[in-house]
């Protein structure tokens, strides 16, 4: 596993620092109807001439507009935002704007097809630059399945002379995407990159243990991030419960928060600000990508930076 250094893309999370601070699972949202879909956008207005983005979904079928936001493009021309919408055919239209408000430096329009209990990453180019044209991608993120728990049962040897237990994420991405795993919890120092099964060292448990750092009673909890090579992120929360004696030997609670499955989920206000930041990481990525001609090393090395602290936000 590679450790993951904290990147200069941390200041894309720090914009959400009047957000809840990720310190507090929290349960107080209110979760949308179940006929409700989301899509994550994220869009790279080039040339200098733009200051904000107007952003508009318009019913296919009744003509009605659905929903507006009005943006801010930050200064590397990157702009993000979070859709949640009925099931349904919408037109999304994306219109760039001068620093004078009224001046229109770009606009185009695209399909967008929202489904029930699902979510969609759409990356767009808006080309002010060049004097007009929009280039969109839709991609699929991750679906998380499930998390295989293999806790610890035989104590015959006493606690300290335990195994690990392991994690497994069972994880398939609807677009054939690439994945790559990012871990943090109990005894992760920030977060890890890896594969998709995570070796949980019972030795560093047992020492936080018996300096009396752990709670028995709290269990043991551990976040893990699928991201796929377009951006696109589904996220798993595991708590291991104790049995009184050993913190790895009981029940596990898992609970799949966010992916190409999940909707609108009663993720609460933490974890929302956790998903609404790395939408704007990832747009960030896009961003630096199209200053860098299409660097594909410069996209991976990016994307990984925004899904460690997606790991990293998550679990604290």
Do not use: K
Not at 109 to 130: F, K, M, P, Y
Not at 281 to 296: I, K, R, Y
Request: hydrophobic share 45%.
């Amino acid at each position: 596993m590679t450790r993951i250094t904290r990147s200069l893309l941390s200041a894309t999370l720090l914009a959400f620092a009047a957000l809840p601070a990720c310190t507090d699972a929290g349960t107080d949202s209110t979760t949308q109807a179940s006929t409700s879909g989301r899509a994550q956008i994220a869009v790279v207005v080039t040339g200098d001439a733009s200051s904000s983005l107007d952003l508009v979904f318009t019913d296919s079928v009744t003509g009605a507009v659905a929903t507006s936001q009005h943006l801010d493009i930050a200064a590397d021309g990157s702009v993000s935002a979070t859709v949640e919408l009925p099931e349904g055919d919408y037109g999304l239209e994306l219109t760039a704007i001068a620093a004078d408000g009224i001046t229109v430096t770009a606009s185009g329009s695209t399909d967008v097809a929202i489904a029930a209990e699902a979510t969609i990453n759409l990356s767009a180019t808006l080309d002010a630059e060049g004097g007009g044209g929009l280039e969109t991608d839709i991609n699929l993120p991750p679906t998380i399945a499930g998390i295989d728990v293999h806790v610890i049962h035989d104590l015959s040897a006493g606690v300290q002379a335990l195994g690990d237990a392991t994690l497994t994420a069972s994880v398939t991405d609807g677009d054939g995407d690439a994945l790559t795993f990012f871990w943090s919890g109990l005894t992760i120092d920030g977060s890890i990159e890896g594969s998709g099964s995570l070796a949980i060292d019972n030795d560093a448990v047992v020492r936080a243990q018996l300096a009396g750092q752990l709670d028995l009673n709290a269990g043991a909890h551990f976040v893990v991030v699928a991201q796929d090579d377009a951006g696109g992120a589904a996220v798993a929360e595991v708590t291991l419960g104790s049995n009184g004696t050993c913190l790895l030997c009981g029940a596990a609670d898992v609970r799949i928060v966010a992916g190409a499955g999940i909707g609108i989920e009663d993720v609460g206000e933490r974890l929302e600000a956790c998903l609404q930041a790395h939408v704007a990481c990832a747009a960030s990525c896009d961003a630096l990508v199209v200053a860098e001609g299409g660097d594909a090393s410069a996209s991976a090395q990016c994307n990984a930076s925004c899904g460690a602290e997606l790991a990293d936000c998550a679990y604290q």
